[in-house]
């Protein structure tokens, strides 16, 4: 414990890049997301799942990393032979019906129970509300229709609150019971990395618990930023560290560090 | 009824907006997400002082904001305002928060499916998604109902007829007949959901070089309303087999938009300050334009559609 952060031979985001990664298993169908998860796949699909296949929303399917470096999914380098062109209503098409394993959708603002905000912090009403955020896009699918999908967030108290302002996409609700009482008919988070650590869920009550610190972050350092009693693991973990060949794959990926540099 | 012998479509972009985007209109911009996005119309619509649109689209990279910037809309149906590789849509933010523009809060598939019921001519379509969650709180389009079949919950998605769908394409024909090619978004739902459909072009070819190809048509020339040939229409944005996607644009924008000052400086260079894609390209400069072009072409085999 204790590196300074400047003696390390990665930065936080390529350890978090690193870590949602290897929540990809080898076959699974993974619905890409923007930004960190973008190079997630990418290494994933080069290191330890090289059968994962991508699946983007605004209707691409490809089972390789694109032959450059891409800072979107629409970049053209992503759409050099991929594997299948389409319309979003195909690829969201596929989400619904169950043939995608798992997702990644990163937030503003998230709750014990998983549920994530990225639409309006404060009310929802002109007057209450304090921050306007971009929206879904197609996070609110990816919630509420793929087998599984994990949350990429930045780890500070005011974004891991008791309730989110609102749910643009859904976790757990309030619990257990919950999804299959609204109507959804599978899936739910199962990790939520941050710029702290690992958190997943209680399957008994659906709650957030703490699994993994990052090297150099302490447990309290993590209940401090969280605002409600955060649950911990029995025996919390540190995350496991890029390896130099997964560092060299994130590097090639982000070579100018747009998303992973400091 | 149709004419059996269309005349030219082909009109220039600012007739194009005058004619087929009147104030109040409800516009498709941005159907391919992060790809071809018409910003030339967008910027015509800016130039022309339209007001009162309402503007629909999934994702709408950036052009959102800078037509609500500009004051041009009083209203937004979408799944996603902002700037994808920054993040928030400043000129977006201000007006949600200060209560300047309504807002109908959509997912990417429920804007899918709303264009594409509208698409079908049927008042709605069900889907499984947003259950739970509280877009049902902000746009009054989602309803839950009962499945008659199953019982199952699910989510009602009110159908979206806009009065007009712009779509940015490689090529087209003067009577409307399009190609497109790369990822389609929710390019042939909007299309087939709107009254009109205005084209906006890289290149305007013969007939036959669309006909040759009919399965690369996004929508039927019979819908199609004008054809706008705009070279570099889609600038910042990427056209499979013409440009790269201009991140710099993107990243400058963030910063050109943090407050209404430096966006109406914006505004001054890059919209009413190059009134036609010739002063746009200028602006842009040679060296600029030759960054962006393809440096790796990847032809596809023809195919055969003989008989």
Redesign the interface.
């Known amino acids: 414990m204790g590196i300074e952060r400047q003696t390390r031979a990665y930065t936080m985001a390529e350890l978090m890049v690193t870590a949602a990664a290897r929540e990809i298993r080898d076959g699974e169908v993974v619905f890409v997301g923007m930004r960190l998860p973008l190079l997630s796949f990418q290494l994933a699909a080069s290191a330890h799942a090289p059968n994962a296949i991508g699946v983007y929303e605004l209707g691409i399917i490809r089972n390789a990393p694109a032959p450059e470096p891409i800072l979107t999914m629409g970049d053209l380098p992503n759409l050099y032979r991929a594997q299948w062109l389409a319309d979003t209503l195909d690829v969201m098409s596929l989400l619904q019906r169950g043939d995608v394993n798992m997702s990644f959708i990163g937030g503003a603002q998230v709750d014990r129970f998983g549920n994530l905000n990225t639409s309006y912090i404060g009310g929802i009403t002109p007057g209450k509300i304090e921050t306007r955020l971009p929206g879904s896009g197609g996070a609110c699918d990816l919630a509420c229709l793929a087998k599984r999908h994990i949350i990429i967030m930045t780890h500070e108290k005011r974004r891991f609150v008791p309730r989110v302002d609102y749910i643009t996409s859904p976790g757990y609700g309030d619990g257990t019971g919950w999804r299959e009482r609204v109507g959804l008919m599978r899936g739910g988070p199962t990790a939520v990395i941050t710029t702290l650590g690992v958190l997943r869920f209680d399957p008994a009550t659906c709650e957030m618990i703490l699994d993994s610190v990052h090297p150099g972050v302490t447990v309290d350092q993590v209940l401090a930023s969280t605002g409600w009693e955060l649950r911990v693991a029995p025996e919390v973990r540190q995350t496991p560290e890029p390896t130099t060949d997964e560092m060299a794959l994130v590097r090639r990926f982000d070579p100018q560090g747009f998303w992973t540099g400091e | 009824m149709m004419d059996p012998m269309p005349t030219t479509k082909l009109i220039s972009l600012s007739q194009a907006i005058t004619q087929f985007v009147p104030d109040g209109a409800t516009v498709v911009l941005g159907v ?4 071809c996005i018409p910003f030339a119309a967008g910027h015509e619509i800016i130039r022309q002082r339209k007001r009162d649109l309402t503007l629909v689209g ?2 709408s ?1 950036m052009l959102f904001d800078q037509l609500i910037g500009a004051g041009c809309a009083r209203a937004v149906r ?5 700037n ?2 920054t ?3 400043y000129n ?2 201000r007006a ?4 300047n523009i309504q807002i109908e ?5 429920t804007l ?2 709303a264009l ?1 019921a509208g698409a079908m001519g049927v008042p709605f379509l069900p ?9 049902f ?2 746009n009054t389009s989602l309803k ?1 109902i009962t499945c008659p079949f199953t019982a ?3 989510t009602a998605v009110s159908a979206i007829t806009p009065d007009v769908t712009i779509l940015h394409v490689q090529r087209a024909d003067a009577g409307g007949h399009a190609h497109l ?9 909007a299309a087939l959901a709107s009254r009109h459909i205005i084209i906006c072009a890289e290149e305007i070819v013969a007939a036959e070089v669309i006909e040759r190809d009919p399965n690369r048509v996004i929508a039927p020339g019979l819908r199609v309303s004008a054809v706008v040939h705009a070279p570099w229409g889609a600038h910042p ?2 056209v ?1 087999g013409y440009y ?2 201009d ?1 710099q644009m993107f990243l400058d924008y963030q910063r050109d938009s943090q407050t209404p000052e430096v966006f109406a400086k914006w505004q001054a260079k890059w919209v009413d300050g190059a009134k036609t894609s010739d002063a746009y390209l200028e602006l842009l400069g040679q060296e600029r334009i030759a960054e962006l072009r ?1 440096k ?1 072409h ?1 032809r596809a085999e023809a195919v055969d559609y003989g008989y």
């Open positions: 391919g997400l992060e790809s999934p994702i990279d979408a799944a996603w305002v902002g994808v590789i993040g928030s849509g977006f933010r949600v928060e200060n209560g809060d959509h997912s990417n598939l899918a499916l594409r889907t499984r998604t947003a259950l739970g969650s509280d877009l709180s902000t839950t199952e919950r699910l090619w790369g990822n389609f978004g929710v390019a042939r739902e944005s990427p499979p790269n996607r991140h393809l790796n990847a």
